[in-house]
């Protein structure tokens, strides 16, 4: 069965330093988000990205996020000068359909990020 | 604005026998998507069901059921048959109209299976 995937598992880093999370989403899904959980809280929306672009992002994905699909298969999520709030795990997702009534979201396995 | 609530932080039940887990929203869109995800320990979040505003009837998912009364806003999930395997977090979860999949998520409820 098709999976999203995402790499790493889990990164370690330290306060101010740059940080590349990377997922593959479903070969022929078009919609493809990031989600973030902050340990034993909710899931939260961050960002989606439809035909190369952003179409909409959360209050949390301030100028320190940006989001990107290098290439046919891959979509980043970078964070540029990471703080200790955004240890999270961070979850990838896609789908087919995004319009009025939504479609089934696969999510990935999640990237957990622990910033020291 | 959306929001999804869920009362139960933790619910019990015994193997074999069904629990209802509840979800309330509230929106003013006309239309929506109202979705259930299972979180196991290991962190993954599995779809599981999905249950369109205008769909006559409710969505079921092999064990999965959702019970949707639309005048009262609650979409509660029904696992019927519980098994030691299905013990995870569970999270309701909704999509506005013309919203695409931007989610909002409850708070989630922890389900144990006992012998």
């Known amino acids: 069965e098709p999976e999203v995937t995402q790499t790493p598992s889990h990164q370690v880093t330290q306060m101010g330093q740059e940080v590349i999370l990377r997922c593959v989403p479903i070969?022929?899904?078009?919609?493809f988000y990031w989600y973030r959980q902050i340990l034993g809280q909710k899931v939260e929306f961050l960002v989606s990205?439809?035909?190369?672009?952003?179409?909409?992002k959360s209050e949390i994905f301030d100028d320190q996020f940006s989001v990107e699909r290098p290439d046919g298969s891959n979509f980043t999520l970078k964070i540029r000068s990471t703080k200790l709030e955004d240890s999270a795990m961070y979850f990838c997702?896609?789908?087919?359909?995004?319009?009025?009534?939504?479609?089934?979201?696969?999510f990935g396995e999640g990237s957990r990020l622990t910033v020291l | 604005a959306q929001k999804i609530t869920q009362t139960q932080p933790g619910m019990f039940v015994q193997e074999k026998e069904a629990v209802t887990l509840d979800c309330t929203y509230d929106t003013s869109d006309p239309s929506y998507g109202l979705f259930w995800y299972k979180q196991p320990s290991s962190g993954e979040m599995i779809f599981l069901i999905y249950q369109g505003s205008y769909d006559q009837q409710n969505a079921t998912e092999g064990r999965y059921s959702l019970n949707f009364q639309k005048a009262r806003k609650s979409a509660n999930l029904v696992i019927s048959a519980s098994q030691l395997g299905d013990s995870a977090m569970y999270f309701c979860?909704?999509?506005?109209?013309?919203?695409?999949?931007?989610?909002?998520f409850g708070t989630g409820t922890q389900l144990k299976v006992e012998l």
């Open positions: 070969s022929n899904h078009l919609y």
């Open positions: 990205f439809y035909n190369n672009e952003i179409s909409e």
């Open positions: 979860a909704m999509t506005p109209s013309g919203g695409g999949n931007k989610l909002t």
């Open positions: 997702a896609s789908s087919v359909l995004a319009g009025e009534v939504a479609g089934e979201l696969f």
